[in-house]
Structures are given as C-alpha cells and as structure tokens.
C-alpha cells in the first residue's frame, strides 16, 4: 500500500485525554479516533491490526472445533427477565426501547440469546457438546470511561458457549478453551497470567481470568513468588496459621475516643498495634444486614463476604442504614450488644485476637480489652479478608507478591445457571429431561490490542509483534524527488509484494525527517530505507525494536527479511 494513498492521520502532540500509553499511541499514530467518550473508530491501520487478532482467535477457536456464528446486538429484554438479570446486571447494561415501546438492551453478552436459540433447536444428548462463538460489538454503559480502548462503552469481542451434556463434557470443552486462550495470547506476544476469578454477574462457580501484566492495569494480581499459583486479589484466597497470644483475659471496659474514627486514629490515641483492633463493617447482604469483622490491618473483601453468604448483592451500608440498625454512625460501631436480627460473621484472624479494641456503638466511645466469644457471638468464621503481600502462597510455594493487570480474556463454568432459567433442556441417555450444562468464554479482541502496545512500544512509538503488525514492511524512499531512488523504490516495491509480502511504502513527498517519525511511531517491526546510496543498489534495513540498521544490496533483501522477519 502507498502511504501517499493511505489514511493515516499522525499527530506530534500526546492527546490531552489520553493517561495510557496505548491510547497516547493509538491515537497519534493514527490507528484510532474518539468519536465520544469510551466510543472509537478503527482507522486503516487499526482496522487491519484489529483483523489481525481477530484472525488469530480465529484460527484457535476453529482448532479446537468451535463454530462462529453472528447474533444480534439488539436483544429483547423478556430474555433478560427469564434469566433475572434485567434487574442484576446493573446500570452497565444499555436499555432502550423501540417506536412499539419494546424494551431491548444493546449487548453487554450473549448467555441469553444464544441459551434461547438453542432450547428451540437442540433436543437431544446426541447433538451435543457443542460450542459456538462470535466476533462482535459489545455495549456497556461504563461510569468512567478510560485509558481508550481499555475500557469503553462500546467494544469489539470474542465470546463463545460451550453446551454439555455432563459435568465431565464441561471440564473437556473448558480447558480446551482454556488451552486455546493461552495459545490467541502466546501468539499475540503478550506477558500475561492466567489467574482465578470471581464470576461476578456472569453467574457460575468456576472461572480464570487472563491478565496481561502492566502498570496500567485496573486489576491487581496476586501471584507467588516461586510456583505458578496466580489469582484475582479479589478472589485468593488466605491461608495463614493464626497464633492467640497466652495473654489472661482482661475486664471488658470503654474509653472515650472524642473524634477518633478510623483505625489508624483509634490505635494510635490508645497506644494498640492496628492487629489488636477488630475493624466492624455494615454491609447490606441482599438487603438484610450482616456485621462483618476483621483485624484492624486487614481489608474487607466484599466479593468472598457474597460468596461465603452465597449472595446476590453486597454493599456497604450507607450512614443512615448503619444508624437505623446499630443505632450509630459509621466509625464507633462494633459486635457488642448488637440485635439478634444483624448476622455478624468475621474473618479468621479476628479468633486470634485477645483483649482487643472495637467500637461501642456509641459516638465517641470504643471498648477495650475485648475478647470474642466471651464479649460477643460471631456466627461464622470464613477467610473474609483481601490477601496480602507478604501472605504465604495458598498453594504452600513462596510467598505472595502483587502486579497490575489488564484483562483480556475471561473462562466461566456456568453449569445449569441459563439453561434452567430459560428451559434450554434436553433428553438424556436415559430418555430424561435435563437442563444443557453450559459453559461462557470471553476475549477482548479490542482491549488486547491496546494490550499488547502497553507491554511492546518505547519513546518513539509501537513495536508491533510480527504476528499483529498492520504491514510486514515499512519501504520507505527518503527522497522521491531523486531519480535513483524513485527508481529503486518503485521497484523494490513492485518485487517485494509479488513475492505475497504486506508492504507500506512511504512514497510521500515530505521531509525524511518526517518520514522516519512517523515510521517509528506507526512500529512496523522492520524498514527498508532507499536512500543516498541508492545509486549502488545499495539500502539500509532498520530493526524498529532495537534500532539496530545495515546496509546490504537490494538484490539480498528477500532473502534476508524471509530469515528474519516472515
């Protein structure tokens, strides 16, 4: 393709919106465009790298004999109403309705549409397993759109279903996908893990998440030190031996604590370490209320709370909550004399305490010297708390340490969660009716090319992966103005794509200057540059990743580009 033809819209100046270095760099090298907040445009370049990912998704999802198929994004809501999620999913979920009033919503995911297009289809075990995917749009309603294709509102995606007759047909077609997901991310040249999830309004008990490992990630990934144990922080969990002090247990007393909210504030006006203050959190538990409890220097983790309670919805009392059901504000509350209507569980760290510090559900009052089970009841004992770094790993190898995460692809065992919701049932072996067993897969097709220019691009620009650059080569004649090297370039251009290569040829009548900014900053991994020397046949080949340049005849450059770059 003749750059002087095509469209690429560089820009010099980093985009004022732009926080990560892949939106910085999409944008200036004009592979993308915003048209609102969280919503772009493919532009050529971008186009065909996005292609290129899809190609390879492709490629494996068709390996492990998945069929692609294409369903619409519009979906009716009565769907959504079997499965309840219409009132779940939550305000992400784009609603809208036609000219007749009809309710649709734009399609955050598919487990709805496709569980309904199987139940009028599919009626026995002998049509099954089966797995089916697509490559399409997806909408959802984000509060704060960011880092560009990152996190949009409207996306490009890879999801899939797997439909069993089994628990056993599940496993199979789960790891094949699973094993798959590793491939798609090897070849895209991504530094990634695969780590435990949780399933969140998807539903469904098993799940792995794939993380592809940067500083601009919005999730944290906790991971050990020495073996390839690796989870969602949100979802490892603690396994720690808890030693209680032979410390004799001391008089229940209270002590004003004027203004003193907060844990660090409590310990350090009682002169306590924060491991011998119990942290008491109200939290709304499908709407009825649950005290949960912690060590002072532990956090809360809401999503094992709504695991452990095995939960819908969970959140955070609000301060007029809290004042109607412990008769106080949030920060002097605790599990004293708390009413028999208020579940009060708690972490496990929290047994080991001995006299310990919490909140006397009065303003400005704190007890001390509290101990569980002689002070107050605790009705569960469960791993509540966020993992550390420091925690020795869950799998007992090395020690837990954090990175930052992007996801890009996400694995679900949904079991019978859709298919008996919306009556997708089949006759068994048996001649018995019995819900499909269904599995949901999901790839970023989008995010993992803004991905993969987070972990491959420097100061300069992108580094593409020969796998997902736009072209193979970037040609590029320093002076079209000069006979010799017009000449050469033309024809350099004119062999190299015979031989079946990609070329992008800068054939522009601009400054070279210009010309190699923009070819460093567009990051096609290799140029061929006809310049001075063109006279003697002779051009300069430029690694972009290491910068490293040689000169050699034209005549050798196939040859040398087939044992190096294709």
């Known amino acids: 393709m003749r750059q002087s033809k095509l469209y690429i819209p560089t820009l010099r100046e980093v985009p004022s919106d732009a926080e990560a270095k892949s939106h910085q760099l ?45 369903m619409p994004a519009l979906q009716p809501s009565e769907l959504w109403e079997e499965s309840g999620r219409w009132h779940t999913y939550g305000p992400e979920l784009m609603r809208l309705n036609d000219r007749h009033n009809r309710t649709f919503a734009l399609g955050a995911t598919h487990e709805e549409l496709i569980t309904s297009l ?34 949009g509102r409207e996306f490009i995606m890879k999801d899939a279903y797997s439909f069993d007759v089994d628990q056993e047909g599940l496993d199979q077609n789960y ?8 491939r798609v991310f090897e070849r895209c040249g991504l530094n990634f893990r695969a780590v435990i999830a949780d399933s969140g309004a998807m539903g469904g008990k098993d799940t792995h998440e794939f993380m592809v490992l940067a500083d601009i990630g919005e999730d944290t990934i906790a991971y050990s030190n020495e073996s390839d144990f690796a989870a969602n922080i949100e979802m490892a969990p ?42 008491s959190l109200l939290w709304m538990v499908d709407e009825k209320p649950v005290l949960v409890l912690s060590r002072g220097d532990h956090e809360i983790n809401d999503v094992k709370v709504k695991n452990v309670l095995d939960a819908e919805v969970v959140e955070l009392a609000t301060e007029e909550q809290t004042k109607q059901v412990l008769g106080c504000e949030p920060g002097y509350i605790g599990p004293i004399d708390v009413s028999d209507d208020v579940l ?5 760290a929290v047994q080991s305490i001995v006299n310990g510090v919490c909140g006397a559900n009065r303003v400005n009052e704190h007890y001390q010297n509290v101990n569980p089970e002689r002070d107050f009841k605790v009705q569960q004992y469960a791993d509540l708390r966020f993992i550390q770094e420091g925690d020795p790993s869950p799998d007992g190898q090395g020690t837990i340490v954090f990175a930052r995460g992007i996801e890009v692809g996400h694995v679900f065992k949904l079991g019978t969660k859709y298919s008996e919701s919306l009556g997708a049932n089949i006759l068994d072996q048996n001649g018995k009716s019995a819900p499909i067993i269904m599995g949901s ?32 080569v970037h040609l590029i004649c ?89």
């Open 175 to 182: 790891d094949d996908i699973f094993n798959a997901y590793k």
């Open 441 to 472: 897969y999901g790839i970023g097709v989008s995010r993992t090319m803004a991905a993969v220019v987070e972990q491959m691009h420097d100061d300069n620009g992108v580094l593409w992966p020969a796998a997902l650059s736009p072209f193979d």
């Open 478 to 566: 320093v002076n079209p103005k000069n006979d010799e090297q017009s000449e050469l370039g033309e024809r350099m251009y004119e062999e190299l794509s015979s031989k079946r290569m990609d070329l992008l040829y800068d054939d522009r009548k601009e400054r070279a200057g210009v010309k190699f900014t923009d070819a460093d900053l567009i990051g096609v991994p290799v140029q061929i540059i006809v310049g001075k020397k063109a006279s003697e046949g002779i051009v300069e080949v430029k690694d972009r990743k290491s910068g490293e340049k040689l000169e050699m005849p034209a005549s050798e450059i196939e040859a040398y580009l087939g044992q190096n770059y294709l």
């Open 118 to 151: 199987l139940r009028n289809e599919v009626r026995s075990y002998k049509e099954l397993p089966m797995v089916l995917y697509q490559i399409q749009g997806k909408f959802r309603d984000e509060k704060r759109p960011r880092f560009g294709l990152l996190r």
């Open 238 to 279: 603690v396994k720690v031996e808890y030693s209680k002090k032979d410390d004799p247990e001391k008089e229940l007393g209270s002590v004003e604590t004027i203004g003193q909210k907060t844990i660090s504030e409590v310990a350090d006006f009682m002169d306590v370490p924060k491991e011998d203050c119990i942290k």
């Open 26 to 70: 999409l944008v200036r090298a004009g592979y993308i465009r915003q048209s609102v907040s969280g919503v772009y445009s493919f532009l050529p370049l971008g186009r065909k790298v996005l292609r290129k990912v899809e190609t390879i998704v492709r490629e494996e999802m068709d390996r492990i004999g998945s069929q692609e198929v294409l």
């Open 344 to 348: 009060i569980i708690a972490d496990h």
